[in-house]
């Protein structure tokens, strides 16, 4: 399985991305797919998921800017991400989760960076 990610890139402050993952691998079909973000010196956080039913989760500080989506037929997800602030900037990270019983098995994009400038 492999997840390629695209769409990253120099915004300026209020500006506006699309991020988009593609996950190839026979026959694979994520339970959860998401996007997680690491900053110089920061841990790696989620950003947003979306289980294959539709339903979202957001971090609290991009509530009401980003908005994740994902076309099951096509096993892609992509992150619309409007107003952005410089505090957004970081590497994303692409990530797809397939539930077996009690397990979780990640897959990870290669990271697209983002940046925005003030």
């Known amino acids: 399985v492999q997840l390629q990610a695209s769409g990253g890139g120099l915004v300026q402050l209020g500006g506006s991305l699309r991020l988009s993952c593609a996950a190839s691998?026979?026959?694979?079909?994520?339970?959860?797919m998401g996007w997680y973000r690491q900053a110089p010196g920061k841990q790696r956080e989620l950003v947003a998921s979306?289980?294959?039913?539709?339903?979202?989760d957001y971090a609290d500080s991009v509530k009401g800017r980003f908005t994740i989506s994902r076309d099951n037929a096509k096993n892609t997800v992509s992150l619309q991400m409007n107003s952005l602030k410089p505090e957004d900037t970081a590497v994303y990270y692409c990530?797809?989760?397939?539930?077996?019983?009690?397990?979780?098995?990640?897959?990870w994009g290669q990271g697209t960076q983002v940046t925005v400038s003030s």
């Open positions: 990530n797809a989760k397939v539930l077996i019983g009690t397990a979780v098995n990640n897959y």
């Open positions: 691998g026979s026959g694979f079909s994520a339970d959860v």
């Open positions: 979306i289980l294959r039913g539709g339903l979202t």
